[in-house]
C-alpha cells in the first residue's frame, strides 16, 4: 500500500449507498501516486481555530495584508487540519468600489507552492496569479505582491491556480464583491447574503488523502460527500415577511455543479459573472457549475421556513438508471413580523438594464458573423487499468448532460493526472491544450465555438473560464440566447456546442480552461496571447 514519509495511506474511497462497493479487478488498487494531507504530522489542536470571514472594505489605492496558512476547522463534530487566508473561513471578502486599484501583499505559509489567481477579474496580466505563464509559484515562506484592478462592478473570487486540487479544496477561497458607483444599480433589497458552494470528501478516518505528485480522481473530478455553504454544513438565517435578500452565489467546489432551488420563494436573477442581464426574469432554479457566480433577489412574502435544496437527477452507471436525490443546503426562518421597508413593489418589475444593453448593442453587428476559431472537449486514456476501460466503454451507450455526483468513486478513484488527459482540441489545426498558439490584437472582437463531444473516454460537462477577458454566450446548439450577460465561465454539456463571442480587450498571456480542478490538472487547459492594441 502507498504511503508517504508522515504515514498517510491510501483507502478505499468512499461509496454512495445506492453503488456496489468496487469491481471484483480493482480489489486492493490505489493510485500510483503518493497519497497528501496537509501537515499529518501536527497535532490539529495546536493550530489556530478558524474563523469565519470578515468583511474588508477598501478604497482605491489601499494594500491588504493576505496570507496562507493552516488553520483548525471543526465541521459538524468532527476536527481536521486544513487551509485559510487569514485564518478565515471563507478568507475575507473584499468589498472595492468599482474602478479601484488595491495592493495585495500574499505570504505562503501552507506546506505546497502556491499562487492567487483573481477569478474574473480583468487585471493586469502580470497579478493574474497563474504560475508557469505570469509568474512563479511562491514557494513556502515567500511572499509576492498583487496589484488588482476592478474595472468591472460585480461578483468575483480569488483562489490559488497552483494545484487547486488541493488547496481550493482545502479552504483557501474567498468572495469579491465591486460595487458600482450608481445606488440603483441593483434594485432595492433588505439585506445581502454571500453564500460560496462547496463539498468535501471525508470518511471514517477524516479527510480522504489527495494526491502528492500528480492529481486523482482524474475521471470524474473530487466529489464531496460534505456539502458546504460558505464553509458551515447549512446556511441558517432568520429574516421577517416581505423581505427581500440579495443572494450572491458562488461555486467553488472541485467538481460538483449545484441545483438550487429556494423552495417556497420567489426568485429573480439579476445578475451573472461579469455583469447583469440585460433583462432580469423570475427563475423557479439556478444552476452553478464550478466557478460561475450569480446574483439572485429572494423575496418571502409568508412566515415560516424555507428550506435551501439541492435537486438533482444522479445515475447509477453500474445498473443505468437515474435516481432523484435532494440535500438541503440552508434553512431560511421568516418571522411573523413585517419588514420594515417593504420592496415588494419592486420586486416584481422586472427591470430592463438599459446600460448592460447599449453595452452589448455595440458588439451585436459580430453575433452573425463567420466562426473564427473551434474547440472540440474530449480525454485521452493513458494507462489506466483494463477492467476501468472495459466498463468505460459500455458507459457511452447513455450518458447524463450533467454529472451530479460521483457515480464510479473506485474507478474515478484510480484516474490520476498521469494516467488520463483531459483534452482542448483546436478542430483546425488538430493542435491540443498547451500546443494551441491562438494571437490576438487588444480590440479584437472574435467568435468562438464550442463542442463538448459525446462519444469521448468519459463524456462529461466542462466549465470552460477564460483568464482576463469577457464574453457573450451567443447560442447554445444553434438556439439564440434570448438574455444577455457578460461571463468569464460557461459550462458546456454533454455533446453540446456554444458558440461565444469574445473581447480581447486586455493585452498579455492568458489561460483559457477547464474548470473542473482536476481536469485542468490532468491537462485541460491553454495559453493564448493579446497583444497591444
Known amino acids: 500500500m502507498a504511503t508517504d514519509s508522515m504515514g498517510v495511506v491510501w483507502r478505499m474511497p468512499p461509496q454512495p449507498i445506492p453503488m456496489p462497493m468496487m469491481l471484483p479487478g480493482l480489489m486492493g488498487a490505489f493510485p500510483g501516486v503518493t497519497p497528501f494531507l496537509p501537515d499529518p504530522g501536527r497535532d490539529p489542536a495546536m493550530l489556530p481555530e478558524a474563523v469565519f470571514r470578515e468583511v474588508v472594505e477598501m478604497a482605491d489605492g489601499d494594500t491588504l495584508r493576505l496570507e496562507a496558512g493552516f488553520v483548525r476547522r471543526t465541521i459538524g463534530m468532527r476536527t481536521f487540519t486544513m487551509y485559510g487566508f487569514n485564518g478565515q473561513y471563507p478568507g475575507p471578502l473584499i468589498r472595492v468600489p468599482q474602478g479601484a486599484e488595491i495592493v495585495v501583499l500574499f505570504t505562503n505559509n501552507i506546506d505546497l507552492p502556491t499562487a492567487v489567481h483573481w477569478h474574473g477579474v480583468r487585471l493586469e496580466n502580470q497579478f493574474d496569479g497563474v504560475p508557469g505563464v505570469t509568474q512563479d509559484p511562491v514557494e513556502p515562506g515567500e511572499s509576492f505582491m498583487y496589484r488588482v484592478h476592478f474595472r468591472d462592478a460585480g461578483l468575483y473570487w480569488y483562489h490559488p491556480h497552483h494545484r487547486e486540487d488541493i488547496q481550493q479544496d482545502l479552504g483557501l477561497y474567498g468572495n469579491m464583491l465591486v460595487d458600482a458607483p450608481a445606488p440603483d444599480y441593483y434594485g432595492p433589497a433588505n439585506g445581502e447574503d454571500f453564500l460560496m458552494l462547496d463539498d468535501l470528501l471525508v470518511d471514517e478516518a477524516g479527510l480522504f488523502p489527495w494526491g502528492r505528485e500528480a492529481a486523482i480522481q482524474t475521471l470524474?473530478?473530487?466529489f464531496g460527500n460534505q456539502l458546504l455553504v460558505s464553509g458551515e454544513p447549512r446556511w441558517e438565517t432568520t429574516v421577517r415577511r416581505?423581505?427581500?435578500?440579495?443572494?450572491?452565489?458562488?461555486?467553488?467546489?472541485?467538481?460538483?455543479t449545484f441545483n438550487l432551488v429556494l423552495e417556497g420563494a420567489d426568485l429573480k436573477l439579476v445578475g451573472a459573472d461579469v455583469s447583469k442581464f440585460e433583462r432580469e426574469t423570475f427563475v423557479s432554479n439556478v444552476v452553478l457549475a464550478p466557478a460561475q457566480r450569480y446574483i439572485v433577489d429572494a423575496r418571502f412574502e409568508e412566515p415560516g421556513r424555507y428550506a435551501l435544496l439541492n435537486p438533482i437527477q444522479a445515475i447509477d452507471h453500474f445498473n443505468g438508471r437515474f435516481y432523484p436525490h435532494t440535500d438541503t443546503l440552508g434553512l431560511v426562518t421568516v418571522l411573523d413580523e413585517p419588514v420594515e421597508e417593504d420592496h415588494g413593489a419592486a420586486f416584481s418589475t422586472l427591470r430592463e438594464h438599459a446600460d448592460v444593453i447599449e453595452d452589448i448593442d455595440r458588439y451585436r453587428a459580430e453575433f452573425g458573423r463567420p466562426v473564427d476559431h473551434e474547440l472540440e472537449l474530449t480525454a485521452r486514456v493513458g494507462d489506466l487499468p483494463s477492467d476501468?476501460?472495459?466498463?468505460?466503454?459500455?458507459?457511452t451507450l447513455y450518458f447524463p448532460p450533467v454529472e451530479?455526483?460521483?457515480?464510479?468513486?473506485?474507478?474515478?478513484?484510480?484516474?490520476?493526472?498521469e494516467n488520463l488527459t483531459w483534452v482542448m482540441r483546436d478542430t483546425r489545426t488538430g493542435k491540443e491544450n498547451r500546443d494551441i498558439d491562438w494571437r490576438f490584437t487588444e480590440g479584437d472582437v472574435l467568435k468562438i465555438r464550442i463542442h463538448n463531444q459525446r462519444r469521448s473516454f468519459h463524456p462529461m460537462q466542462h466549465p470552460i473560464h477564460i483568464h482576463g477577458q469577457r464574453f457573450l454566450v451567443l447560442s447554445r446548439d444553434g438556439v439564440p440566447s434570448d438574455n444577455l450577460a457578460w461571463k468569464d465561465t460557461t459550462v458546456i454539456p454533454v455533446g453540446s456546442t456554444f458558440d461565444i463571442l469574445l473581447e480581447a480587450s486586455n493585452s498579455g498571456r492568458w489561460m483559457a480552461h477547464c474548470h473542473i480542478a482536476e481536469h485542468?490538472?490532468?491537462?485541460?487547459s491553454m495559453v493564448f496571447t493579446v497583444d497591444p492594441g
Open 388 to 395: 476501468i476501460v472495459a466498463v468505460m466503454a459500455l458507459d
Open 404 to 417: 451530479w455526483t460521483d457515480a464510479m468513486p473506485m474507478m474515478n478513484y484510480l484516474s490520476t493526472s
Open 520 to 524: 485542468l490538472e490532468a491537462g485541460m
Open 220 to 222: 470524474m473530478g473530487r
Open 242 to 256: 416581505g423581505e427581500v435578500r440579495r443572494l450572491y452565489l458562488t461555486n467553488v467546489a472541485n467538481t460538483r
